[in-house]
């Protein structure tokens, strides 16, 4: 059975950081696709950031490229994504996912963690 947990979320001032942890069980993630999306109130969920399992190539929706970062710890089997100069747009809850295929699409993915909710205050 693969988990996918997250923390890491919390209230931050515009322009802070927070780094997202996503703990994987079940499922290796140096050898996985794995995958960050989030989820603003009243809109639908987008994809943020992913890296794939061959040679950790990461790819990054446009809105977050230079300020996000998407990495792994093999031996702790965990991804993160950290988040620098924060935006009040960046509100969400966010995900952690994996799937079989790198992709952007969420349907690609096939576990999903709870969620963690990341505000940030104007």
């Known amino acids: 059975q693969v988990q996918l947990v997250e923390s890491g979320g919390g209230l931050v001032q515009a322009g802070g950081s927070l780094r997202l942890s996503c703990a994987a069980s079940g499922r290796t993630v140096s050898t996985a696709n794995m995958g960050w999306f989030r989820q603003a109130p009243g809109k639908e969920r987008e994809f943020v950031a992913r890296?794939?399992?061959?040679?950790?190539?990461?790819r990054y929706t446009d809105s977050v490229k230079g300020r996000f970062g998407i990495s792994r710890d093999n031996a702790k089997n965990t991804v993160y994504l950290q988040m620098n100069s924060l935006k009040p747009e960046d509100t969400a809850v966010y995900y952690c996912?994996?799937?079989?295929?790198?992709?952007?699409?969420?349907?690609?993915?096939?576990?999903w963690g709870q969620g963690t909710q990341v505000t940030v205050s104007s």
């Open positions: 996912a994996t799937g079989n295929i790198p992709s952007p699409d969420e349907n690609a993915y096939d576990y």
């Open positions: 890296i794939a399992w061959t040679v950790g190539v990461t």
